[in-house]
């Protein structure tokens, strides 16, 4: 079972098949997808795609948690990963999608940190990835403002437990 997490003004809670309908609406937004390669134009491989990714058991501490806030707890905002890149791995990759309407609020930086921390502190993950498209400006720099770093060796960002740890 993946942990809880609190923070200033966010829940995150490990995603359920509660939160398909609210996942595949957003993914149906072309605004929030167009920065990402994936199944969106095909109704059938779309829903197959996120029931598998629901589902999956991406090992101990890995997975997504799906995102709301204090105010209200079961408003979707959107979801926070921690998963083997691709789903397959070897590298651990961090990543971030949220609807339109939550868009611009900081909650994808405030997300986003209590996972990263989770993978190095809880995990003892030695290096965790963010593949991020070139005209991604918004996730550029939510991972920017989480310590993350252009990364040599194809990997768009990535950041070390050292890094981490030296940012307290």
């Excluded at 996942?23 to 990402?36: E, I, K, N």
């Excluded at 611009?104 to 990835?129: C, D, K, Q, S, W």
Aim: hydrophobic share 40%; proline share 8%.
């Amino acid at each position: 079972m993946l942990p809880r997490f609190r923070t200033k003004r966010l829940l995150l809670r490990p995603r359920t098949m509660r939160d398909f309908a609210d996942c595949l609406a957003m993914d149906r937004d072309p605004d929030v997808t167009r920065h990402v390669a994936g199944p969106w134009g095909d109704p059938e491989r779309h829903e197959r795609f996120l029931r598998q990714r629901i589902r999956a058991d991406f090992g101990p501490g890995l997975g997504y948690w799906t995102v709301a806030t204090e105010g209200a707890p079961d408003t979707f905002l959107g979801w926070v990963m921690l998963i083997p890149e691709d789903g397959t791995g070897p590298e651990v990759e961090i990543g971030w999608r949220f609807c339109r309407r939550a868009w611009g609020r900081g909650y994808a930086t405030e997300a986003a940190r209590p996972v990263l921390a989770h993978g190095f502190r809880t995990l003892g993950l030695a290096r965790i990835v963010a593949a991020i498209a070139p005209g991604n400006a918004a996730s550029i720099r939510v991972a920017e403002k989480i310590g993350l770093r252009p990364a040599p060796g194809g990997q768009a960002y990535a950041a070390t437990c050292d890094d981490h740890a030296g940012r307290g």
